[in-house]
């Protein structure tokens, strides 16, 4: 497979999830933002931070009132990150594929990204942004489904399940991390009603309440963090995230699980063995932000890895500047 | 839907022979047509448009930011080209495509044309499309033409011309092929009946001929599509060939020259390519002999095909015979090669360089159409008769700055078609392009892409330009009976 394509195929697959995590994020602070005490501010700049683009919304709204942080992720074409880029980002991708996807995957990117446009030119979605939200969300779904029923389970629907896991493992870790910082310390909150509250939400944005409750039952910052990161079988756990987009490496690679033959592997295989066996209370003594942290970092060493090992390809007699400007680099 | 008060007067029309009669050979589909109950031919146009956008068959528009694609329009009713004019369509154009050929490999070698006095050394240098790295060049197998897409016209009288010759890049054979899968579903009867010969294969012989030209060592040749990328207005098409013949669609970041090879990047490594289709402008294809500014192509290719490494379809340089003004050579270009008269003629065509010429051309502006000699698609045109005295004034002010530029042909009186329009037939005007391959053998696909000037009273069939298409049946013979 040409390594374009290939990059393609990766892409497309990570910025429809990435579309999805911003509608996420947008729809369970909005509420959220409903149940607080009267008199409470709401709180809308860790949204932003979750994207990772506080500078940029610095410099283009200041405050982050809700307005602001709506416009600026939902459809603002300035930003890289919004739900509307990261749909022509996908549609752009998708587009230079097509006669490697299936028409089917193409067709329900291109509806995903024309609904996204006709709601960004009517401007009504604040008047109902949950029917919005979960219509991104639900499309989203649709085009993951209808990858894994047209597509071939070839190197071309692995190299996009990658694409996919690494940008879902990514995005959970910052809910988290944005949370927690937030959350934690008004120490009297504690087990008081707020606190269930927005501990839920940070389930629910994951849409992962009722698999906790299964699992844990009562809400508990620290449970709420290891199901969330640690958890082996609830689909956007960081580590079940990790060890698909494992399985998919190796399927395109062939070396068999647990070694390794490239950097890629090398990485990301040393990043899933620390989720493997880590231990969520150790985590939190040690810092959980420092963790998340480390992890994002690590997280963007891997999506380099895969960019130079299987599209930066360069031949050994000519120096590096043959490479043009590829997306691989822009991770987060 | 009746073609009783269909109207056929001050022009050729390609179905009728009077407002009564059909021709021979579209007798019975306007036969069928006509016994359809009321409301079904509507149906079926509304079915196969929907086929086509089901297909995603679309072109991009340049400079149009919003939605920048588009269904290329599309009328239900088939373009119907009887088998005796269809002989001498193929025997013409396999006379011309042989002929300049030699005369593209002569110029860019030794120059026996110009040393024999038939066509002026002045008109080669000046010509935008000369390359003059392809000087002393020998393409594998000794074709710089592959693949043409030449434009005929039929005037009021019925004589058929050759508009242009398109020896670049041409594209819209897909819209033959898929026009066809449409078509056969539209009128599934009539088609069997009709005895129109098939145009299915041409992916397999285009691949057989870009094959043909691997260099001898390889067995197994690879071969790609070179595409400029997704924004370029006929990317439907280059993924549609690349995905029919099944093979690679690659764009030039994808390739890199290395050890005096070219290479595609896959994903398990560098893959040695060995012939490349490219839908990619000469001046694009290399920064390093070409454009310095392309970020295009594929630094070092240009080397590596002089070297015979890897073939390139169609050979760089080819563009010198599409210059408008050598077109008016063409007569002579194939005298000269071939001993032959032409068997399609050329539209009388006047050269603004010569003198007389240009004296006749700004003096009977408003009879003709002016082109300029570099363009295509339709673009930089002036239809004399249509145009304001002051669009006029304008174009003669530039005819004398840069005669070289210009040439001048009479308007035609282009066939018309009977299409749609709302309940009703109307005429329109129509060319027609068939495709040449020129490999092994120099092979005519029986079919074509047949251009509607959708518009009222409009000559311009682009598609760029309001132009619209048919599906083109190429007779075997006289219809069966249905």
Not at chain 2, 82 to 92: F, H, K, Q, T, Y
Not at chain 2, 257 to 272: A, N, P, S, Y
């Amino acid at each position: 497979m040409l390594s374009r394509v290939a990059d393609s195929i990766y892409w497309l697959n990570r910025y429809i999830e990435r579309a999805e995590n911003v509608a996420r994020f947008i729809d369970v602070n909005l509420h959220l933002m409903l149940d607080l005490p009267a008199g409470t501010t709401e709180q809308w700049a860790p949204l932003v931070d979750t994207t990772g683009d506080e500078e940029l919304f610095q410099e283009r709204y200041g405050e982050a009132t809700r307005e602001h942080v709506v416009a600026f992720l939902t459809f603002d074409t300035d930003n890289p990150n919004s739900i509307y880029s990261c749909l022509r980002a996908a549609r752009d991708n998708a587009r230079s594929v097509r006669e490697i996807i299936s028409s089917e995957m193409w067709e329900q990117v291109n509806t995903f990204y024309l609904m996204v446009r006709d709601a960004a030119a009517q401007g009504r979605v604040m008047a109902e942004p949950h029917a919005f939200f979960t219509e991104v969300k639900m499309a989203s779904h649709l085009f993951v489904g209808i990858t894994d029923v047209t597509l071939s389970h070839n190197e071309g629907w692995h190299f996009g399940r990658l694409g996919c896991m690494l940008e879902r493992a990514d995005k959970t870790s910052r809910i988290l991390d944005v949370k927690y910082y937030l959350l934690l310390p008004h120490v009297n909150d504690v087990g008081t009603a707020v606190d269930d509250i927005q501990w839920s939400a940070v389930l629910r944005s994951a849409s992962a309440f009722e698999m906790y409750r299964k699992r844990f039952g009562r809400l508990r910052p620290d449970r709420v963090a290891d199901f969330l990161m640690l958890d082996r079988e609830f689909p956007r756990a960081m580590h079940y995230c990790l060890m698909q987009a494992e399985e998919s490496l190796h399927a395109i690679s062939g070396s068999p699980l647990g070694t390794f033959r490239n950097l890629a592997e090398q990485r990301l295989g040393r990043l899933r063995s620390e989720l493997d066996y880590a231990q969520i209370d150790e985590i939190i003594t040690n810092g959980l932000h420092e963790f998340l942290d480390a992890f994002q970092e690590k997280l963007n060493h891997v999506g380099a890895a895969i960019f130079e090992t299987f599209v930066a390809l360069r031949p050994v007699t000519e120096a590096s500047t043959l490479v043009q400007g590829s997306q691989m680099m822009r991770t987060r | 839907m009746q073609f009783t008060a269909y109207d056929t007067a001050g022009f050729f029309d390609e179905m009728f022979e009077t407002d009564a009669h059909p021709r021979v050979g579209s007798a019975l589909l306007v036969q069928r047509i006509q016994a359809l109950p009321a409301g079904e031919l509507l149906r079926r146009q509304r079915a196969a448009e929907q086929a086509l956008l089901q297909m995603g068959i679309t072109f991009n528009v340049y400079g149009d930011a919003a939605g920048t694609e588009r269904i290329f329009p599309f009328d239900v009713i088939p373009r119907i080209v009887e088998a005796s004019d269809w002989v001498l369509i193929e025997r013409g154009l396999k006379q011309r495509i042989q002929a300049l050929n030699l005369f593209i490999d002569d110029i860019y070698q030794a120059q026996h044309i110009i040393h024999d006095g038939i066509v002026p050394a002045f008109l080669i240098q000046s010509a935008k499309c000369f390359l003059q790295p392809c000087v002393g060049l020998r393409p594998p197998r000794g074709v710089w033409c592959h693949i043409t897409g030449t434009d005929l016209v039929r005037d009021r009288d019925g004589q058929i011309y050759v508009l242009e010759d398109n020896l670049r890049c041409p594209s819209g054979v897909s819209y033959v092929l898929e026009n066809r899968q449409v078509l056969k579903r539209t009128f599934p009867q009539v088609f069997e009946a009709s005895r129109v010969r098939p145009v299915d294969d041409y992916p397999s012989r285009l691949l057989d001929m870009l094959q043909y030209l691997a260099p001898d060592s390889v067995t197994v040749p690879t071969v790609v599509v070179l595409t400029p990328g997704i924004h370029n207005s006929a990317y439907f098409e280059h993924a549609f060939l690349a995905q029919q013949m099944g093979i690679e669609l690659v764009e030039g970041r994808d390739l890199v020259v290395t050890d005096g090879f070219v290479f595609m990047r896959t994903t398990k490594g560098l893959q040695r390519v060995d012939v490349i289709y490219r839908r990619l402008d000469d001046d694009f294809l290399d920064p390093l002999t070409f454009r310095s500014d392309s970020l295009l192509g594929v630094p070092g290719l240009f080397e590596v095909y002089k070297a015979g490494r890897v073939a390139l379809a169609n050979a760089p340089g080819t563009g010198i015979a599409d210059d408008k003004v050598i077109y008016a050579y063409v007569p002579k270009i194939i005298r000269y090669y071939l001993g032959e008269d032409s068997i399609l003629p050329n539209v009388p065509t006047y050269v603004c360089w010569d003198d007389t010429e240009r004296k006749h051309v700004v003096a009977n502006l408003d009879k003709l159409v002016m082109k300029v000699a570099n363009e295509s698609g339709g673009y930089g045109m002036l239809i004399g008769p249509h145009a304001s005295s002051a669009e006029r004034a304008e174009f003669a002010e530039r005819i004398q700055a840069a005669p070289r530029n210009y040439i001048a042909q009479p308007t035609l009186a282009l066939s018309r078609a009977p299409v749609i329009v709302e309940d009703h037939f109307e005429g329109r005007h129509v060319d027609l392009r068939p495709y040449i391959l020129y490999g092994q053998e120099i092979y005519v696909l029986p079919g074509g892409l047949t251009r509607v000037a959708l518009r009222k009273g409009s000559l311009v069939v682009n598609s760029s330009q309001g132009g619209g298409s048919k599906d083109t049946w190429v007779l075997a013979g006289e219809p069966n009976a249905c």
